[in-house]
């Protein structure tokens, strides 16, 4: 399974664009990286996802790196609602179970 | 649009209790999930379901059983709670299994086995 790191915190300036990186090293050619948000503890928000094209939606915008070892995450305009732990996960399909693998995230701090 | 419901909220047994967490969604999706999140730590799938009647094992089955007789429900049993079982759980579904997967979370329930 391709396994994902990053960075345990960061911090941004509200109003600035947030870069959130992960690692992905090891990722299969036809594993699709995904993010998704945890805010207080609630239950986890998708946010974007991608194979190997740049992708962007409402949410923010995702690039990968074109050899896919690692992608950025960006918040364009960061807000105070934004803080939140970070996941970057890589879509494991096992037979029928579409395992997504969280790890530890990044938790994010939107200051004002 | 009530999405992925989960109940209870909060709930506290004792050790050897046993109870069920229940899930519900409204979004007609086929498949459902559980997690459980302990402090600190990223989400582990506990058991899933690709549709009704059809259920199997996730990263970490053991102590909790699961059943899916219609679309809308995924229950997640506790047969006998033990202090490790002291964490929140979440459910989840979606429903396209191909490059747009997409999971919705429920809520979370917080579990404490005393």
């Known amino acids: 399974d391709a396994k994902t790191t990053q960075p345990p915190s960061m911090d941004c300036a509200e109003g600035r664009a947030a870069n959130l990186p992960c690692n992905h090293s090891?990722?299969?050619?036809?594993?699709?990286v995904y993010w998704y948000r945890q805010i207080h503890s609630q239950g986890p928000q998708y946010i974007i996802h991608?194979?190997?094209n740049n992708e962007t939606n409402e949410m923010a915008s995702l690039i990968i790196t074109e050899d896919r070892k690692s992608s950025t995450l960006i918040l364009p305009h960061a807000t105070l609602r934004d803080t939140a732990v970070y996941y970057c996960?890589?879509?494991?399909?096992?037979?029928?179970?579409?395992?997504?693998?969280f790890g530890s995230g990044t938790q994010l701090t939107v200051l004002p | 649009n009530a999405g992925v419901t989960q109940t209870p909220k909060f709930q506290v047994l004792k050790t050897g209790q046993s109870m069920t967490l229940q899930c519900a969604q409204d979004?007609?999706?086929?498949?459902m999930s559980w997690y459980r999140q302990d402090p600190g730590m990223g989400l582990r799938l506990i058991h899933y379901?690709?549709?009704?009647?059809?259920?199997d094992q996730g990263e970490v089955p053991n102590g909790y059983n699961v059943s899916r007789s219609t679309t809308e429900d995924f229950p997640l049993r506790l047969l006998s709670a033990a202090p490790s079982q002291t964490s929140v759980y979440f459910c989840?579904?979606?429903?396209?299994?191909?490059?747009?997967?997409?999971?919705?979370f429920g809520s979370g329930t917080q579990l404490s086995v005393l």
């Open positions: 379901s690709v549709g009704a009647g059809i259920t």
């Open positions: 991608g194979l190997k």
């Open positions: 989840a579904s979606s429903s396209d299994r191909g490059r747009n997967e997409k999971l919705f």
């Open positions: 090891t990722i299969s050619g036809n594993e699709y």
């Open positions: 979004m007609n999706h086929e498949y």
């Open positions: 996960i890589v879509r494991v399909d096992s037979g029928s179970a579409r395992q997504l693998t």
